[in-house]
C-alpha cells in the first residue's frame, strides 16, 4: 500500500537537508469515494488535517521551513514535491518545486500561534481554493 511521508523541516532549504532540523514526519493515505484520486496537495492536506488535532509539534524558531511531500511504497520514498516556505508578519507562503515548473503559493494568513503543520495545512488550504 502506499501512502504519503510529509516531513517538516525548521530551516531554508539553501543548504542540505541534513542539516535542517526536522520537526515532524507525517505517513498516511486519503482514498475518495466516488470520484477520481486526490491531487497530491489535496492528498496532503488532508493528512495533515487528521494529525493536526492529534498532535502538537513546536512552533517554528525562524521565518522559513521546508516541507518535503514524497509517495512511499513499502521502504522505499519517491519524491514529489518540496515546499520552501516563508512567514513574515503573519503572512505564509512557499515556492513549490516538483517535476514541473517552479511555481508559488498564494500568501496566506497565520497566528501567531499556529505550529508549523497549521501553518503548511494553512498554505495547502489557500492554494485548493484558487
Not at 44 to 72: H, N
Not at 101 to 130: F, M, N
Amino acid at each position: 500500500m502506499s501512502m504519503l511521508k510529509i516531513t517538516i523541516y525548521d530551516g531554508e532549504y539553501s543548504r542540505p537537508m541534513a542539516c535542517l532540523a526536522r520537526l515532524c514526519e507525517i505517513e498516511g493515505s486519503v482514498t475518495p469515494f466516488d470520484r477520481p484520486p486526490f491531487s497530491v496537495l489535496e492528498e496532503a492536506l488532508r493528512v495533515l488535517e487528521m494529525c493536526a488535532d492529534r498532535y502538537s509539534i513546536q512552533p517554528l524558531s525562524g521565518t522559513y521551513f521546508t516541507v518535503a511531500i514524497g509517495r512511499k511504497v513499502g521502504d522505499e520514498v519517491t519524491p514529489l514535491l518540496r515546499l520552501d516556505g516563508c512567514t513574515q508578519n503573519g503572512w505564509a507562503s512557499a515556492s513549490a518545486v516538483g517535476q514541473g515548473p517552479r511555481w508559488d503559493t498564494a500568501p496566506v494568513r497565520y497566528e501567531p500561534g499556529d505550529d508549523a503543520v497549521e501553518i503548511v495545512r494553512k498554505i495547502l488550504a489557500g492554494q485548493l481554493q484558487r
